[in-house]
């Protein structure tokens, strides 16, 4: 049964530092792997989408790289800033073709302090 | 487009009351989700959808729950009755099929409260 880790809980840094989230899943048996945002209150927005065959995807100052054969996958955020607080969640979809159904890690909440 | 709306936002209701959560998917999306989402559980599938037919439902927790996608604009999700240990947030969600278009876009939730 695939399960997704993501350490840890929770993060506080000061502005301007880069960092590194954390996920991990028992089954490297994947399709593909998604980060999300969550912010207080709202709903969740896709950040990045790792398909099984790539290695990294990046989208201004996120980086998530994707290691199949460890079972893990790390978001990587350049120059954080008070914007970037919230919740980041890591999912896996564990089938091919039209399988949407994802498994969820519990997030890492992210505070960063101006 | 302006995404995937929910209603209500917020519901506070009794113990053995109906409670009737709505979603509007994003026009042109044929897959849609329902999710509830607690600090202990984390996001937990409920049932998907895929052009408007329930393709998996082994996520709703017993028989108080049922969902329904009368066409493609449209779903509700329905607790009758409802229980404390209902309370959360439930997210409906959409996605176009396809293996490379499978990101869902999500909706803003209703946070669910039952005394």
């Known amino acids: 049964k695939q399960e997704v880790t993501q350490i840890p809980a929770a993060l506080s840094v000061p502005e301007g530092e880069n960092l590194v989230l954390n996920c991990s899943f028992t089954d490297s048996a994947i399709y593909n792997l998604q980060w999300f945002r969550q912010d207080p209150g709202k709903g969740l927005t896709s950040l990045l989408l790792?398909?099984?065959s790539q290695r990294e995807q990046t989208s201004g100052r996120l980086n998530a790289s994707l290691d199949k054969s460890s079972g893990r996958s790390t978001l990587y955020i350049a120059a954080s800033q008070p914007g970037d607080s919230a919740t980041y969640l890591c999912?896996?979809?564990?089938?091919?073709?039209?399988?949407?159904?994802?498994?969820w890690g519990l997030g890492t909440s992210l505070a960063v302090n101006p | 487009d302006a995404g995937v709306i929910q209603s209500p936002r917020h519901e506070v209701t009794e113990m053995g009351q109906e409670v009737t959560l709505r979603c509007k998917p994003i026009s042109g999306h044929n897959s849609l989700f329902w999710y509830r989402q607690t600090m202990m559980r984390g996001l937990e599938l409920l049932i998907y959808f895929n052009n408007n037919v329930p393709i998996d439902d082994s996520g709703m927790p017993e028989d108080r729950f049922s969902a329904k996608m009368p066409n493609a604009s449209f779903s509700t999700l329905k607790i009758q009755p409802s229980e404390p240990r209902d309370s959360a947030v439930y997210f409906c969600a959409s996605s176009i099929n396809g293996p490379a278009k499978n990101i869902q876009y999500f909706g803003a939730g209703t946070r669910l409260s039952v005394l």
């Open positions: 790792i398909q099984s």
């Open positions: 999912a896996v979809n564990p089938g091919a073709g039209n399988n949407r159904k994802l498994i």
